[in-house]
């Protein structure tokens, strides 16, 4: 089955961490490029990072210095530790390919709550 599944979400403090997980199947984690996302309440869909399968990383400038991305290629899972978490990084955050990022489809997401 091809999918993605993300985890590790939750309520957290201004100023808290969260590592999120992002377990994928083959044909997806094979992709060159994985990418996170977040969609928060009233906005569009946004890239906050991604990682190519050599391990070259980008940012989303709202998020750099407090997030890092990383993958595991034995396990197929890409992870997103998001450090110094600030009320703005409330959304719903989801993993995919930049492909299936413009065709679809989506995981379910994991949620993100930062409270002040």
């Known amino acids: 089955q091809v999918r993605v599944m993300e985890s590790g979400g939750g309520l957290v403090q201004a100023g808290g961490s969260l590592r999120l997980s992002c377990a994928a199947s083959?044909?997806?984690?094979?992709?060159?490029?994985m990418g996170w996302y977040r969609r928060a309440p009233g906005k569009q869909r946004e890239l906050v990072a991604n990682i190519t399968s050599g391990g070259s990383t980008k940012y989303a400038d709202s998020v750099k210095g407090r997030f890092t991305i990383s993958r595991d290629n034995a396990k197929k899972t890409v992870y997103l530790q998001m450090n110094n978490l600030k009320p703005e990084d409330t959304a719903l955050y989801y993993c995919?390919?930049?492909?299936?990022?413009?065709?679809?489809?989506w995981g379910q997401g994991t949620q993100v709550t930062v409270s002040s």
């Open positions: 083959e044909t997806i984690f094979n992709s060159n490029v």
């Open positions: 995919n390919t930049p492909l299936r990022a413009v065709f679809g489809p």
